[in-house]
């Protein structure tokens, strides 16, 4: 990890990504540094990462994380920082809440979806593990590693996480 940031902690880990909780000493903020499991073996690894930054970097939403920096460690390890967001998924969020809580939040959710989907932008992902929600309620769209607008939705790829996809 840079130099610039300090303490990193291991907040979640998936097959290609791990992220970390980590402090800026520049900006004197708490952060998450996402970083690419693997090195990067072909230009097109490099781009699919850096468009998950450039997508996350035009959306300025209170409900979408905001993202910062883009780089790639030694080795070839690419990685980009965001906004740390202390909140849990939204399933673990709704034990023992009641229905106003639930209004509350996906009318959240549907508001930045709204936001993206007027870019022309799907998110394709949408999954448990990529909304998070705060104690006060506030939620975040994360992880849009496979979101695609434009001419790529037409591309026919099939994208997202088998158990959250709809059936057609």
Same mark, same amino acid.
């Given at each position: ?11 979640? @880990? ?37 468009? @998950? ?116």
């Amino acid at each position: 990890i840079p130099p610039r940031y300090h303490a990193p902690l291991l907040l979640r @880990e998936s097959t290609a990504t791990s992220v970390f909780r980590a402090s800026d000493a520049i900006e004197h903020q708490q952060i998450a540094i996402k970083v690419l499991h693997h090195p990067l073996r072909a230009e097109e690894d490099l781009l699919q990462f850096k468009s @998950e930054f450039a997508t996350l970097a035009t959306l300025q939403h209170s409900g979408i994380i905001r993202v910062h920096d883009f780089g790639v460690l030694d080795g070839g390890f690419p990685y980009f920082t965001m906004e740390y967001f202390e909140g849990k998924r939204i399933t673990e969020y709704f034990t023992g809440q009641n229905w106003d809580a639930l209004y509350d939040v996906v009318i959240q959710i549907a508001s930045a979806l709204h936001h993206i989907h007027t870019l022309g932008i799907i998110h394709f992902d949408l999954k448990p593990s990529n909304v998070l929600v705060s104690d006060d309620g506030r939620v975040k769209l994360m992880d849009f590693g496979v979101a695609a607008g434009g001419q790529q939705i037409l591309d026919r790829k099939i994208r997202g996480t088998l158990h959250y996809m709809a059936p057609e």
